[in-house]
Structure formats: C-alpha cells, structure tokens
C-alpha cells in the first residue's frame, strides 16, 4: 500500500519537480518507509512506500524496467502475483525483484492495456512506456484504492488524494453543482468522475485511461459485474459450499500474501466475526484482533465489547482493546477530516481514524469486513425496495435510499447551486445498466461497484492509510462478488438479510453474535447532535468562511439547527452534520 503521484506535460515543457515533491509531501502518510522520483521528458513520477510484499530496496518505487522500457508507480496489492510470475516467467520474463510490483511491469508489457484483466487485488497504478510516450492509469475493480487527477490544456496530474493535487497549483476549487446534489443524496457518494470539487476528478473502478504526449486519451471500462442467474440452478446447499470456498480463498489471499503479520480489525459484527472464523479454519494460529470503543451516551452505547469479548474467548485471539472518551471523539474529528480525500458524512470514520492510530503500533496490515452487507444484501432497506411494486426500478429504490428528494435541494442550497435532478438521472442509468435479472441484483449490483466505492470503502482507505496501515477487505474480493452476485435475492434476504454469511457462520461464531441486532460502529458523541456537537456545528455554519461561500439557505439552516435530532435523512443520518461536515473539509482544505 503507498502513495502514487505524477505529472504529464503536453505543451513541450518538462514537469517542474516542485510539484512532485509537494505531491509527495502530501502522500507520506501512505507511504512512510521510503521515497522516490523518477523523470524521462514529459513524464515525472513520485512515490511513498508501505513496504508490505519484498521489503527489499528491490520493490522499491518508481520502477524502471530498462529492457522493457517501461516505469510504474503502483498502490495496492496483487495476490495472485505469484501464480502470475510464474505465467510470465514461462513466457520468457526475467524478474529481479520477488514483490508483486514487477509482476504489474511484465503483465502490461505482455497484454497491454488488457492486463488489468489478469490482476486479482485492489490496485491503482500508472505506467509510463518510454517508447511510445504514453501513460496508462488502471483501477481495480471495485474501487479499493483510489486515483484522482487533475487536468488543462498544458498538464495532466495524478495523486492517490485530493491534498496532494491541491498541493499544486491552478487546481480549480470551485464547488461542482452536480456532485454536490449527489453529496446531499446519497449520503456523500460522489461517482466517479466527479467530486465535489471542478477541478479535481477520479478514476472510476474498473477503468484504464490511456494518455498520449499530445493529450489524446482513450478510457476504457475491463469488467463488468454480471448479476443474472447462472444457467444452472444450484440448490440452497451448493450455493452454501461454493461461496464458503470462496471466502475461505478470500481470506487466505488477504493473510498469506504478505511478508509482515496480518491482524483483524474486530467490531462484534458477524462479518469481522466471520473472517476470524476463517483465519482459525484455514490454520492461521497467531490471530491478532482489534476493536475500540467509546462512552455511552443514553440512547445507545459506545461499544460492542460484549460481543467481540465472546469472539476473542472462542478463538483465543490476540487482542487489543481500546476504549476513547467522548472528548477525545470531538478533539481529534478536525484530524480525521483533513485525512479525507472527499467529504464522508459517515460518523464512523472517526472512529476508524482513531482505531488505525492503535492498530499501527502493532501491525502493518489488517483485514476488514467493508462490502459484505452490499454483497450480501445485509441492509434494512434492501427488502423495502425489493418488496416495493412499482415497475421503475428508480421509483422503487430512492425512497428508500436518497437523503433527500430534488425538491428539498431547492430548499436547501442557495440558487447559484441549483441544478436539474441529476442524481435521479444518474441513478436511474446504473439501475437499468444489462447484466441484472431482478430489481434487487440492479441494486446491489449498483451498490457493490458504485456506491460503497465512495462511502464505507474510501473512508476505511483514508483513515486507516492516514496511519501507514494497509486495510484489506475479502468480502470484496473479485471472485466471491461474481459469484455471489448470480445468486436468487431470496436466498440474500432471508431471516433479516446475509443468511448464507449466517448459515456458513453457525457452529463456528458464537449465536449471540449471529443473532444480535444489527449493529453499526457506535460513534454515540457524533451520532446524537447536542452538547458540544452540536455548538460545533453552529459556529462551523455561522462562521464568516460559511456565510461568504453562501451555500445554505438562511431558513432552511435555521430550522435545521432548531431541531437537530429531529431532521434526518431516511437512514438516519443527520441532515445538520451532512451540512457541517461539508463545511468543514472545505475548510480543512483552505477553500
């Protein structure tokens, strides 16, 4: 896992190294165990390292293959790098490094643009051929690790965060209209290309970009996740064995391809739970879990010990608890927000934020259980739509998803920020996309390769990459999704959603934790909007900054503030901190 940046130039100028460096600056974070550049006429890379595979100089970044005439900067992990070199190998290639790294140079000098369909992992890469003067951006599959760029005539630039694009200059900072409706709908999800800001875009998951020194480009979409029926029905009991496999494969990529320890980071959740399970079936004997906690507040408590102390008894873990004041909680949110690439109205990120900070001092990577209720249909609006009987697929999915109708946006933002309903038009195209038999394969479809992209998926990459720590994420994994997606909807639904998780999970996970309500990370001092919250937020949207950005208006703020606990969205999250965050990483980042 590292930090990747670069720039291309297209006007005949060489990129200024100032910018690298700046770029890097901003990157460290991602990468503290080493630094390098590398230059060849319009092109310059810069990269941080967290040496996770061959802690050798030998993986180091970037690399260059002289003989192949090619340079990469890469962030992420390829498990099935071994089996890959071993392909390439008998094709004739020559390694002098033992990391996954040099496996991505050979892949594309083998099938070029093709050979992001060859990688299993979560990747986002750029390779610079020094023949062709050409640059090739991929991104995995489903999103795991972030790229973003920024572009004119005269540059394109690349960072793995938006800090460090904004380290460099002529980034336009203005608010883009479209992604902020998208914001203020979809709980901070933003699809790619846009984000909340003009001048700042995003590779989207499963795209390549090619570039040309003369600013030609060429994106490309490698994958698509296909949610249809196989052409073989299956019975309750094979779907059961095959995606038990699955996991049980996912699992080992994520423990095994590694040459530092792997921990678990241990929510009391049946999905963090579950890949516990997994590690002590596949033999893993040193399992070392994490899980955190906070205060109480009257309405729910800040932690889920209760059910993770019994996980730790079954399995003999080694376990590391930590437990964080509500002050704390308050105090240190400005940090975990200026380590957000794009705003993130989920109030856990904090805690993720303060659980990495722990989690660093012991291991350098950990597995986490992000995705599995969006494969597995583990949410408690998915049976709403399902059971809804409109035939617009988009009818029967914003009621019960969007924060907000098109029409409160009007209410809510000022009239430079009015816009048509773009959300709707969006996601209306993803429901209808092929490849889905029922309504709810197009949602979960939608969900798994679009919307937990910049939610759950992009807040666990950030907080935990603020502290050098490699979050992995096998409910995700490629071949587990594929397969799960071709499955019946009832059979995801059943007994309150995730019921193949839960039948594979019985005999092995403690009943109290299959059949406990489902939980979410208790953040209670964020989640309640009262006290010090709640003056926080006040000062952040009264403040002078606020007033002249003139986003808000007047009426609909002041009633807003006026009843904080009574206006939320239709998952319950609060209207006012959507608000005030977004107010806050903008000035977090100086805008």
């Not at 460090?164 to 999800?189: E, G, Q, R, W």
């Not at 790619?192 to 795209?207: C, D, F, N, Q, S």
């Not at 999905?271 to 955190?292: H, P, Q, Y």
């Not at 926080?536 to 703020?557: C, F, I, P, V, W």
Request: net charge negative; with cysteine; glycine share 6%.
């Amino acid at each position: 896992m590292c930090g990747i940046s670069g720039e291309l130039r297209f006007d005949g100028q060489v990129p200024d190294l100032h910018h690298i460096n700046a770029m890097m600056a901003k990157l460290e974070k991602r990468g503290p165990d080493h630094a390098g550049s590398f230059s060849d006429g319009p092109l310059a890379f810069g990269h941080r390292r967290l040496s996770i595979i061959d802690l050798s100089y030998k993986s180091s970044q970037p690399m260059v293959d002289a003989e192949l005439g090619l340079a990469l900067v890469f962030n992420g992990t390829i498990y099935n790098y071994p089996e890959l070199r071993a392909e390439l190998q008998a094709k004739g290639y020559h390694f002098f490094s033992d990391g996954d790294t040099e496996t991505i140079i050979k892949a594309y000098a083998e099938w070029g643009e093709d050979a992001p369909k060859h990688l299993i992992g979560m990747f986002a890469f750029a390779i610079w051929d020094m023949k062709a003067k050409t640059l090739f951006l991929a991104r995995d599959r489903m999103g795991i690790k972030p790229l973003y760029y920024a572009q004119d005539q005269k540059a394109l630039r690349f960072a793995s965060n938006t800090q460090a694009l904004l380290a460099t200059p002529n980034i336009d900072t203005n608010i883009d209209p479209l992604a902020l409706h998208n914001l203020f709908s979809l709980h901070a999800v933003v699809p790619a290309p846009r984000t909340i800001l003009k001048g700042v875009r995003k590779m989207p998951p499963a795209h390549s970009l090619t570039i040309h020194a003369d600013g030609r480009q060429e994106l490309k979409r490698y994958w698509n996740l296909v949610a249809k029926r196989p052409a073989e029905s299956r019975s309750e009991a094979d779907w059961i064995e095959s995606i038990h496999e699955a996991l049980r494969v996912a699992v080992r990529r994520r423990n095994n391809i590694a040459d530092v320890p792997v921990g678990v980071l241990l929510s009391g959740g049946l999905d963090s739970s579950l890949l516990v399970a997994l590690l002590d079936e596949i033999g893993i004997k040193d399992i070392r879990t994490f899980t955190i906690g906070f205060d109480d507040q009257p309405e729910e408590k800040g932690s889920e010990y209760e059910y993770s102390d019994v996980v730790v008894e079954r399995f003999n873990t080694n376990h590391h608890k930590f437990h964080i004041p509500n002050e704390q909680t308050l105090k240190r949110l400005p940090e975990a927000v200026a380590n957000m690439a794009e705003p993130m109205f989920g109030q856990d990120a904090i805690g993720f934020y303060l659980l990495s900070e722990q989690v660093s001092q012991h291991v350098k990577v950990v597995q986490s259980g992000q995705g599995a209720d969006e494969v597995f249909g583990g949410y408690f609006w998915y049976p709403q739509t399902h059971q809804d009987q409109k035939i617009d697929r988009l009818q029967r999915f914003a009621p019960y998803y969007f924060d907000r109708d098109h029409n409160e946006m009007a209410e809510m933002l000022q009239s430079p920020f009015h816009t048509y309903d773009y959300t709707g038009e969006l996601v209306r195209e993803l429901l209808e996309t092929p490849y889905a038999d029922e309504h709810l394969d197009a949602v979960l479809r939608a969900d798994v390769t679009t919307f937990i992209v910049d939610d759950p998926v992009k807040r666990v990459d950030n907080m935990t990459m603020a502290w050098g720590l490699e979050a992995r994420v096998p409910f995700l994994d490629q071949e587990l999704v594929e397969l799960v997606a071709q499955m019946p909807p009832e059979l995801k639904l059943r007994e309150g959603g995730k019921y193949i998780l839960k039948k594979i999970a019985r005999g092995q996970v403690p009943d109290s934790v299959i059949d406990r309500p489902k939980g979410y990370f208790p953040v209670p001092a964020l989640k309640f909007v009262r006290g010090e919250f709640l003056d926080m937020m006040r000062d952040l949207l009264h403040s002078q900054r606020a007033r002249e950005r003139g986003l808000y208006q007047t009426s609909y703020l002041d009633k807003v503030l006026a009843q904080p606990e009574v206006h939320l969205t239709r998952i319950k999250g609060s209207k006012l901190w959507h608000m005030a965050l977004l107010e806050m990483w903008l000035q977090t980042m100086g805008i």
